[in-house]
T-cell receptor, first 113, second 115 residues
């Protein structure tokens, strides 16, 4: 199965770090791991992606296990605006180019004051 | 830049009617795709295109047609609407990247109800 496995929901307090786990035990060697988030009534928004090494950007950090069977999205200081559904996605190349993202059901992150 | 623009945002159809969901992007992206999102489920790929004149089926293509006559536009056609096609539809685009690192840009969605 190409889908990833994530907890249905997680809670965090504002200003605290958040670690969102993802299991992708059947990932192949060329699949990238992407994270998107979706706010209510909006389209998904790109957060970060990686292949083997840990990655950082202005929004978050991505830690990928050495065997690549799991990864963790790290929000360093959660804010109320980070409350969203976070999707961990395997991305692989389609025949002829382009990407296919296989979405799971994601993790609903709740952030409290 | 407007990014990815979808119209209409809301639509109600009767069973058997046809309609077209419009999607346009102004980022000169080669790759465009359509997803549907149903309650409690992630997004599922309907159709995609890697460039003008090239389209292919995704995970759930039945009941939908697409065409790509220009780089900017990628309309999704429902030929004979069914209640099972009640969903929120998202269009997305990205640069075609052989390293598979293309960030997808999504539109705001089109909510379709079929009665």
């Amino acid at each position: 199965d190409a889908k990833t496995t994530q907890p249905n929901s997680m809670e965090s307090n504002e200003e605290e770090p958040v670690h969102l786990p993802c299991n992708h035990s059947t990932i192949s060697g060329t699949d990238y791991i992407h994270w998107y988030r979706q706010l209510p009534s909006q389209g998904p928004e790109y957060v970060i992606h990686g292949l083997t090494s840990n990655v950082n950007n202005r929004m978050a950090s991505l830690a990928i296990a050495e065997d690549r069977k799991s990864s963790t999205l790290i929000l360093h200081r959660a804010t109320l605006r980070d409350a969203a559904v976070y999707y961990c996605i395997r991305v692989y190349i389609l025949t002829g180019g382009g990407n296919k993202l296989t979405f799971g059901t994601g993790t609903q992150l709740k952030v409290e004051l | 830049n407007a990014g990815v623009t979808q119209t209409p945002k809301f639509q109600v159809l009767k069973t058997g009617q046809s309609m077209t969901l419009q999607c346009a992007q102004d980022m000169n992206h080669e790759y465009m795709s359509w997803y549907r999102q149903d309650p409690g489920m992630g997004l599922r790929l309907i159709h995609y295109s890697v460039g003008a004149g090239i389209t292919d089926q995704g995970e759930v293509p039945n009941g939908y047609n697409v065409s790509r006559s220009t780089t900017e536009d990628f309309p999704l056609r429902l030929l004979s609407a069914a209640p099972s096609q009640t969903s929120v539809y998202f269009c997305a685009s990205s640069k075609r990247d052989r390293l598979n690192t293309g960030e997808l840009f999504f539109g705001e969605g089109s909510r379709l109800t079929v009665l």
